[in-house]
């Protein structure tokens, strides 16, 4: 009955991904783009990398990095900031909270098969986030999604190995904490260089400012096979990368506490 079941789902599921390939694929069925898209719609997507006139352009290839960094980067900024605050209440709730730790702990967990699986996921896996935290201002991703990655994997770790494997091999709450605050000074760091910049240069600098403007020559970028990209967003990635992943790890690690050492 379970086979059956199984068998079921799996077609189901074919289906489903079957269905959504043909739709965004077949342009009769799929999601037409139209072509009196609004006036600011067609500014961010001309301008996100305008290489004739990088004055008005982000230098990013990555339309949604370049909205999310320098169309609305204090927005971003700001949603990063609430959710290192809640990071840091869920740390005060569990303050007195404490973790011993098993030195046999290579007995917990599931099966050697799965763990087995689970490491060979995890190398792949983190490869992926850091590809996706290093190029999400060329292809879709960023630090946000890399970091997410990242925090499920390990999440998955701690499921399969138990929360003492991560422990005694230095993951440690502590650590996480540090890395976290790593990855936020790094953000406000980067957003205010254009400003120390313009100090030492005399001239004008905004936050945030990726690249030259018309009032400011200032701006971070490199070339990459010939082509200019934004430097400034790709470290705002790295640094929100280790952030989010940092700050999720934080709260996986605190919520695989056992039950009887959170009621005490």
Known sequence: MNISYRFIGL??????????????TISNVGFNIPHDIKYLSRWVIYSSYLVTTPIFSSMVPEI???????????DTFFETSVFYIAIIAAIA?????KIELVKEYQYLG??????????????IGLGAAISIALHGHITPGGGFQAGSILASLLLIVIIVFSVHFILMKGLTKNLAIIIRSIG????????????????IMNTYGFVFQN??????????????????????????N????????????IIFILLSRPTKELEN
């Open 238 to 249: 790295i640094f929100e990368f280790l952030a989010i992943f940092a700050g999720f790890l």
């Open 93 to 97: 709730l569990f303050r007195e909270v």
């Open 11 to 24: 077609l189901l599921l074919i289906a489903m991904i079957l269905a959504i390939s043909i739709c965004t």
């Open 64 to 74: 949604v990095n370049a909205v999310i960094w320098d169309y609305r980067g204090i």
């Open 211 to 236: 690249q030259p403007k018309v009032m400011s020559p200032l701006g971070l970028s490199y070339v990459a096979d010939g082509h200019v990209l934004s430097a400034m967003v790709l470290l705002l």
């Open 184 to 199: 936020l000074i790094g953000l406000v760091s980067a957003i205010f260089i254009p400003i120390l910049l313009s100090l």
């Open 110 to 123: 599931l099966s050697k098969i799965v763990k087995t699986v689970t490491k060979t996921l995890l190398v």
